[in-house]
């Protein structure tokens, strides 16, 4: 698999999320529930580290059909010349519905912060998650601003937590 692609959810990988129809197993489920269309797969694997073999564990979701690959495809280098693959790369797209522009502002600002808390604490998140998917309305999700860069300042740099903060202050901006 290469560094720079970007495993995304398919429509069979939120139903799973939602469902629980295929019956995966925690690693599984852990790693699935963080990918989110938008970092690269060497993130994915530096923050299941722990875990072991991320690899197999992404194998296993993309032979499911629960995820899929995108992102461009990497240049080989040789004797520090670049070189392009021999053979094209085999990487969809993202479906169309996984577009964050596609989403109404409400759950875009939803998604944006329950993803990246997600990304970031694993598990540990999961109490947060659960206050962020009762958060109907602009106002809600702004109170839960400052709980949102207290559990990020857990596991980022201050400029790291400002910046996805920011995000998030101008994605409820938007409601």
Do not use: W
């Amino acid at each position: 698999m290469l560094v720079d692609t970007i495993p995304a959810k398919t429509a069979a990988g939120r139903l799973e999320i939602e469902k629980r129809t295929q019956r995966i197993g925690p690693r599984q489920r852990m790693v699935l529930i963080s990918i989110n269309g938008e970092r690269k797969l060497s993130e994915v694997r530096r923050q299941f580290e722990t875990l072991g073999d991320v690899d197999s564990v992404i194998g296993e979701l993309a032979e499911a059909g629960l995820i899929e690959m995108s992102g461009p495809p990497q240049l080989a280098t040789h004797n520090g010349a670049a070189v392009e693959p021999a053979a094209p790369v085999a990487a969809k797209a993202p479906a169309p519905e996984q577009s964050h522009e596609r989403l109404e502002p409400l759950p875009l600002a939803r998604k944006y912060m329950n993803d990246t808390v997600v990304a970031n604490l694993g598990l540990r998140a999961f109490l947060f998650t659960l206050k962020i998917e009762k958060c109907y309305s602009a106002r809600e999700l702004y109170l839960l601003l400052p709980e949102f860069r207290r559990q990020l300042r857990k596991v980022m740099q201050n400029e790291e937590v400002v910046a996805c903060h920011e995000r998030a202050e101008a994605l409820i901006a938007r409601i």
